[in-house]
């Protein structure tokens, strides 16, 4: 089964920036989706972005414009450059990878702190 490590996160003021990085390991599908979600406190699991192994991207609406999600196929790897933090993107983000043999797979989770 693939699992997951991430880096990054921290706590920025409002305006600032952080960079989330991902690395995979274990038996991946040629097809896949790599991605991150994030989890405030009493609030649900959220999708931030995500990419498939065909270079197609969702993003959440709120963080369009402000967010680039990125892979990097051969390293089974993927990252996202988060700009312009407000204090609502404060949250545990996580790392996902899915396939269609073991449906998702998560991250220990990173904490993005963002003060006003």
């Known amino acids: 089964q693939v699992q997951l490590v991430e880096s990054g996160g921290g706590s920025v003021q409002t305006g600032g920036s952080l960079r989330l990085s991902c690395v995979g390991s274990?038996?991946?599908?040629?097809?896949?989706?790599m991605g991150w979600y994030r989890q405030a406190p009493e609030r649900p699991r959220e999708r931030v972005a995500t990419?498939?192994?065909?270079?197609?991207?969702i993003y959440a609406d709120d963080v369009q414009g402000r967010f680039i999600v990125s892979r990097n196929i051969a390293k089974n790897s993927v990252t996202l450059q988060m700009n312009n933090l407000k204090p609502e993107d404060t949250a545990l983000y996580f790392c996902?990878?899915?396939?269609?043999?073991?449906?998702?797979?998560w991250g220990q989770g990173t904490q993005v702190t963002v003060s006003s």
């Open positions: 274990g038996s991946m599908l040629a097809r896949n989706i």
């Open positions: 996902n990878y899915w396939d269609a043999g073991q449906g998702n797979r």
């Open positions: 990419m498939n192994t065909g270079g197609s991207i």
